[in-house]
């Protein structure tokens, strides 16, 4: 045994000196910084009047309910669950597609990564929403769904899709996303089947397994735990990209920001409030799938 | 049969059917079978905006509200970004546009407006900071004067207009706008009247109407429709006359311009 290799350093648990006048020098450039801010922008202050827009009490039930700011949250999160539900559709059925022999299937599904991964997100955006949902959706009759119908009225129809009169608007903006993010999805999926080693592929075959059954017993097992961490990381940038179509007018977090902003002509109150109410959401994902993480790890043992 | 008779059976069946479509395709009656007007806007003080509890108030949401009730149908706002309007009305997000929009020679060749149903103007806030004594055009259009006003709305027009030689900073919100002057960044703001009076009257001091309460421009407000909508134009233009002659719609546009007083507790608690 070699007695020269020095023991693995241990993490450092305690603040030092150093440490503490680091963050020291931090938080002294911050305040600096807001009291600049004071000097050189004259302006009142005033949170009551966004923070009104957070919840509001509503005489007819006697209850608090979720003003224009947090329904706009809500809809920024069904809108992001919705949509990487079809966007992982997409991107596994494209994904597999990048890995096939067929030439068409590898052909159909790179000139999608490529159109998309190409261009920037708004032109796209702007481009499916003038061109590809307004021919599509009135010849589906999407636009004439009933809001007082049986279903649509419900409270499950509610809790999952929001307002049913906004329900065009709200499938134009999560179609748009998820065929947006499906892209991304796509490259990460083949890059799961991909990792699996050639040799685990021939081995299968070798023992009689048909194609489809390397896949399941095999490819996709493994490919799985590959693919899980990357997705969830995509979850939380889909929550941030879904800011951009609030310039179609989906009624989410951002557009209805602007509203209120409007409104209210308090910009930086907003801005600053809808900032953090994004950073809260995507970091309680971020603390939640590092613990699945860790936990999945934990049962691989 | 030959060639030139399929050609012509083809014509003419193309034909037909695309009359029948022009039929059906009747914006009024769409309406009326719809049971519901959808009306797009844009919020903009005092013409379109939010309450306390979050649901939209102000002049142009009575006048819909109202001319909904004259066709006997509910109707549906769709509040859309202002940069997008007038495309997402020619996708067919929504039936016509009650939106504050001034009618501009430019806009009317891809959109049909009716009779106006109100006259804004613009008017400019200024800096007391930079602009203090500034009272004549002349003051403003100079090489040294920054103007901010929103984009792709009249004030940035008019601002290149009546001051040729001044810097225009473009935003996207006349509240940014306004912030640029409040801020001493920029001399003056132009918006539509009354936000620069309203503003002017939340900031003594820092900002003030250097041309009183006269406008610099005159606009004529109206309701935007897709081209070709030939029956629904008429019927919207004189249920204008009418309300402008009976009164309503100016009772209507002093409660909402005149003075926020009148329901300013509405918007926001203070």
Known sequence: ?301 | MTISKIFKTLTLVTLLTLSGNALADDLLIDIQKRGVMKVGMATFVPWAMRDKDGNLIGFEIDVATKLAEDMGVKVEFVPTAWSGIIPALIAKKFDLIIGGMSITPQRNLTVNFTEPYAHSGQQMAASMQLADGFDSIDDFNKSSVTIACRRGATPCIAAQKIFPKATVLRFDDDAQAFQEVVNGNAHGMISSAPKPRFWSEAYPGKVFLPFGSENLTRGDEAFALRKGEHDALNFFSNWITINTSNGWLDETHAYWFQDQSAWKDMVAPE
């Not at chain 1, 007082?148 to 906004?166: N, V, W």
């Not at chain 1, 329900?167 to 065929?179: D, P, T």
């Open chain 1, 1 to 301: 045994m070699n007695r020269n290799i020095p023991p693995p350093l241990k993490i450092k648990k305690r603040l030092t000196l150093v440490d503490c006048l680091l963050y020291g020098a931090v938080a002294l450039l911050i305040f600096y910084a807001a009291y600049r801010v004071n000097d050189v922008l004259i302006y009142h202050w005033n949170w009551s009047k966004v923070l009104g827009f957070l919840v509001k009490f509503d005489d007819e039930t006697q209850s608090w309910a979720s003003n224009l700011l947090l329904q706009g949250l809500w809809t920024t999160l069904r809108l992001a669950l919705w949509a990487t539900v079809l966007a992982t559709v997409f991107g596994i059925i494209m994904g597999y597609w990048r890995t096939c022999q067929n030439l068409t299937l590898r052909i159909i599904s790179r000139t999608y990564v490529e159109l998309i991964r190409n261009m920037p997100p708004i032109v796209f955006i702007f481009i499916f929403y003038f061109f590809v949902s307004s021919q599509i959706f009135p010849a589906l009759g999407i636009e004439d769904i009933d809001s007082d119908g049986a279903f649509a009225s419900s409270t499950i129809f509610h809790f999952m899709f929001g307002d049913p009169r906004l329900f065009s608007n709200f499938l134009a903006g999560m179609i748009c996303l998820a065929l947006f993010e499906g892209a991304y999805i796509t490259e990460i999926v083949r890059a799961g089947i991909q990792t699996t080693e050639k040799g685990q592929w021939e081995a299968a075959r070798a023992i009689g397994l048909s194609p489809f059954n390397v896949l399941r017993d095999i490819v996709i097992p493994q490919a799985v735990r590959k693919i899980l961490p990357p997705l969830a990381g995509q979850f939380i940038t889909l929550i941030k990209d879904s800011a951009i179509i609030s310039l179609i007018s989906i009624q989410e977090l951002t557009f209805v920001a602007t509203e209120v902003a409007a409104t209210t002509t308090r910009v930086f109150e907003t801005w600053i409030l809808v900032g953090f109410m994004y950073f809260v959401l995507c970091y309680s994902f971020a603390l939640l799938f590092a613990h699945l993480e860790r936990r999945a790890k934990r049962s691989q043992r």
